[in-house]
């Protein structure tokens, strides 16, 4: 199969389901970014020692790494609508049960990391089931506007709204963020369930087929796909350098740049905005350029960025150029989720979404020990400079899969299934 870069892109119509999923996603992010904020700040409350506060945001990461397979497969194998509604009534349950804890004086940093652990665990499932659900409410050719308005809607929700009202929330109380998200998980929870469609039909597991050998298949058929094999790798090759870059911009801006707390929030509102212009600029560009094209020219504007970054002492240059990354960051990710909807087997979704997500998130945790090793070695400034050099092999890994590669393999034959095998 040729590389898709079809530029013919229609809007998704908000009735058919859309509009609801939409819903469901925002109010879902809104409370996730209230979490977000939350959790550190009762953290500090509850200890003072560093490796403790930070093993909280380690549990985000871990769960994908020794779940996120497992996650895609089980989602290929069960009602995604029904997996997606559950999964969030439960998490809605807990965090209900977390904020009483709570609110009674009985929270501990190891009911934080327990909380975090399990609520990323749950989250491996409904994300790839997300992935695989989208498809079914709007048409292939809308696929790349359902995705861009999705990711704005949820940019907007956690980048701009969500973090902003947690001092409020908590001058009504310790356990009152908590509460709310518990609220918006459980309004996701009723809207998913509300939806009305129709599963897609999926061919009769082989005799013998096991949870192990389904992921098997997942693998197979990312690797034997070109241009989602490219796309893989250079995603992974990007989170190693976004583990850098994350894990010390505080440092850059407070220590290299000297500009405070204030210049911090300055460069992460400046990134969430050019996430928002990147959303959209999106279908315009995208549908001039193609998918892969596109990716190609956001890897090679972000690295552009990343040398500004850590090459240019000025925090007006820092914000000028998050808010570029976040736009072509935008433009990147919409492309990305939405070439895998369009190429991967439908019955095999979930599971080409999990290998895909779990291979690349595995490279976060390394680049932000990275980060921090070359920050201490060589300056506060290098840890972008190393992320543009991730950025620059992420690229390089992106052209062969420019070129046209041998049809997928069908999604019911012994190279897909495994039958052969089994």
């Known amino acids: 199969m040729a590389a898709v870069e079809t530029g013919e892109q229609h809007a998704p119509a908000w009735r058919g389901g859309f509009g609801r999923l939409w819903t469901a996603a925002v109010v879902s992010r809104f409370g996730d970014a209230v979490r977000g904020a939350a959790l550190p700040l009762l953290a500090t409350s509850l200890t003072e020692r560093p490796l403790l506060i930070a093993a909280v945001t ?54 934080l990391i327990a909380l975090a652990f399990t609520l990323t665990t749950l989250q491996t499932l409904f994300d790839n089931a997300s992935t695989a659900l989208l498809p079914a409410l709007v048409e292939r050719d809308a696929l790349a506007g359902a995705n861009a308005r999705l990711m704005t809607g949820q940019s907007v929700a ?28 459980l309004l996701a929870a009723a809207l998913v369930a509300s939806l009305r469609i129709t599963a897609p039909e999926r061919a009769p597991r082989a005799a013998g087929s096991t949870l192990r050998r389904e ?23 990007c989170n190693v350098g976004m583990g850098a870059l994350i894990a010390t911009l505080v440092v850059l801006v407070t220590g290299w740049l000297h500009a405070g707390t204030a210049g911090y929030a300055a460069a992460t509102t400046a990134y969430t905005v050019g996430g928002l212009a990147g959303g959209a600029l999106g279908r315009r560009i995208t549908a001039g350029l193609g998918p892969l094209r596109t990716v190609l020219l956001a890897g090679t504007v972000q690295t552009a960025a990343l040398l500004v970054m850590g090459s240019v002492r000025s925090l007006t240059a820092l914000v000028a150029a998050l808010a570029v990354f976040g736009c072509m960051g935008m433009l990147w990710n919409v492309n990305t989720t939405t070439l895998m909807q369009q190429r991967a087997p439908a019955d095999m979704l979930g599971r080409v979404s999990s290998a895909f997500r779990t291979l690349a998130v595995a490279g976060a945790p390394l680049g932000a020990l990275l980060g921090g090793a070359v920050a201490t070695a060589w300056g506060r400034g290098t840890p972008a400079l190393l992320t543009a050099a991730f950025f620059v092999l992420s690229v390089t890994a992106l052209i062969p899969a420019r070129q046209p590669d041998v049809p997928v393999v069908a999604p019911h034959d012994d190279a897909t299934t495994g039958r052969g095998t089994r």
Do not use: E
Not at 173 to 179: D, K, L, M, N
């Open 215 to 237: 992921i098997g298949a997942g693998l197979r058929t990312l690797w034997h796909d070109r241009a989602l094999r490219g796309l893989c790798a250079a995603t992974a090759l």
């Open 58 to 111: 380690a549990c985000g990461y871990l769960p994908w790494i020794l779940f996120g397979l497992l996650g895609g497969a089980v989602a290929d194998r069960v009602d995604q609508r029904r997996a997606m509604w559950t999964v969030d009534a439960v998490r809605g349950l807990l965090m209900l049960s977390f904020a009483l804890a709570v609110a009674l004086g009985h929270a501990s940093i190891a009911l």
């Open 158 to 185: 956690g980048g701009l709204l969500g973090a902003p009202v947690v001092p409020v929330l908590l001058v009504a109380g310790a356990a009152v963020p908590f509460v709310a998200d518990a609220a918006t998980f």
